[in-house]
């Protein structure tokens, strides 16, 4: 038989998601094994992973735990509805997720990703002035550069143009505030950029235009993952949380990304100390073994539905694998992984993991790095007249080097699985800093 690696016609069927197909085809980079900080390739080349896959194997990879029990739920039931039926795992994790969760944001949905998570939150976001009385309240406000997942609602609030422009009209009635990223005052900051937290005021400026009794929520990434980690500037968060209690707007935080201890806290509302109204998440849920979201949503607004006849449906939304037993086992062995310190770890390295980005300053081509808990954005200038270009010869001479890195236009993100230690830390920066000195 002749190897994939090798047979281009065996890797044609498979449209490949986020991925220049042809490209990759024409010569692939492939894994096929996994273990703590590592993957290997198919003829066994160790790769270390600093993305923690797709920014979700928080707890490293081939977890036993995880696995057996995955194992055995699938052997003592593979499935159960989850419409008018419950299984007790469903309602285990829910407990679990509200543990670590905000003060006050104490209910879950289950979804299966992070996109349908942000289309729940947006749907339970308009579903909640309807009840409450407010039915004009329909504008959903996102924010340039934003990512929220692929859906008609993520890409709708989303703010990243090949995202948005091939789709058509997408949803009616949504507005974008402005960007945070600003290099001119913020570059090489460490820690949270000290400036920009008036950009928050530009929810004043579309409540001025639309009325606050058009606007149902505001939804926007605590820390911007997929458009090259942007972070939030000191108090803005904050000021963004003010204005939309001062007008009766819902907050999304989307912390697909943040969530499950990238930051060092549980999700960066607390990490930052700003409570949402709503938190999506998925990824490091189950820490990327079996598909899984959820949005954790306040108490009022699960109360506001919970009035009507009994035996009324009180949300008319959900998956038929919503809450998958599967799934569930795979979160809550994920959740226990969790509880044993791993989100303090993760901590203890920051400053380690700091200092390690920005000794990148002054490397070829390097124009900013931004860095918090374990997550980096190590952005490039463009090559003249081939945006991306310079990105995606760092991802492929990465890959080549024995590094797992993501990038997103010219810029290199980071996220490595929680797990890792000071060694892996120099490792991955040696090795990046010999592959930027490459790039032309
Ligand atoms: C902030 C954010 N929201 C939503 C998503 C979409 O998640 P999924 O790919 O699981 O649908 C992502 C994925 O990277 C994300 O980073």
Redesign the pocket.
């Known amino acids: 038989m002749s190897s994939p690696k090798t047979d281009r016609a065996a890797l044609e069927a498979f449209w490949m998601p986020f991925t220049a197909n042809r490209q990759f085809k024409a010569a692939p980079r492939l894994l096929s094994r996994a273990q703590g900080m590592h993957y290997w390739t198919p003829d066994g080349r160790k790769v270390i992973d600093g993305a923690a896959g ?2 979700c194997v928080n707890a490293g990879h081939g977890r036993r735990e995880i696995t057996e029990a995955v194992a055995a739920q699938i052997a003592e039931m593979d499935y159960a509805p989850p419409f008018q039926m419950g299984h007790p795992l469903a309602f285990e994790l829910a407990n679990a997720l509200i543990e670590i969760a905000p003060k006050g944001i104490d209910h879950v949905f289950f979804t299966n ?6 289309d729940t939150a947006l749907k339970i976001a308009l579903a909640w002035h309807r009840v409450r009385g407010e039915a004009s309240r329909t504008r959903l406000i996102g924010r340039e550069r934003g ?4 859906g008609f609602g ?1 890409i709708s609030v989303g703010g990243m143009v090949n995202n948005r422009k091939y789709f058509g009209s997408l949803l009616p009635g949504v507005d974008h505030l402005r960007h945070t990223h600003d290099p001119e005052r913020n570059a090489y900051s460490r820690g949270l950029p000290a400036h920009g937290a008036e950009l928050a005021d530009d929810l004043e400026r579309l409540v001025a235009l639309h009325d606050a009794s058009t606007i149902a929520a505001v939804i926007v ?1 605590p820390i911007a ?2 458009t090259g980690v942007l972070l939030p500037p000191k108090g803005y968060l904050q000021r963004l949380r003010e204005l939309c209690t001062k007008h009766g707007i819902l907050l999304i935080f ?1 912390e ?2 943040t969530g499950f201890g990238r930051t060092g806290s549980a999700f960066a509302a607390q990490e930052f100390g700003v409570v949402p109204d709503l938190i ?1 998440c ?2 490091g849920l189950t820490n990327g073994a079996i598909p899984m ?1 959820a949005v954790l949503v306040r108490r009022e607004i699960y109360d506001a539905f919970m009035s009507g006849p009994e035996q009324s449906i009180e949300l008319f939304h959900g998956y038929t694998y919503s809450a998958h037993p599967v799934a569930c086992a795979a979160g809550l062995a994920t959740q226990r992984i969790y509880r044993q310190g791993l989100f303090e770890h993760a901590r203890s390295l920051a400053p380690c993991w700091s200092d390690a980005v920005h000794a990148l300053k002054g490397r070829p081509h390097v124009v900013d790095l931004r860095a918090y808990g374990l997550v980096a954005g190590i952005e490039l200038e463009p090559r003249a007249g081939a945006p991306g270009a310079r990105g995606y010869e760092a991802l492929v001479r990465a890959f080549e080097s024995g590094l797992l890195i993501r990038t997103t236009g010219d810029t290199i993100a980071l996220s490595p699985p929680l797990i890792l230690e000071r060694a892996d830390v120099d490792q991955i920066f040696e090795t990046l800093a010999a592959v930027i000195d490459r790039i032309a």
Do not use: F, M, Q
């Open positions: 797709l920014w990703s992070g996109s349908e998570s942000v990512y929220h997942g692929v993520g990434e993952g997929s989307d697909v990304i999506t998925a990824k979201g």
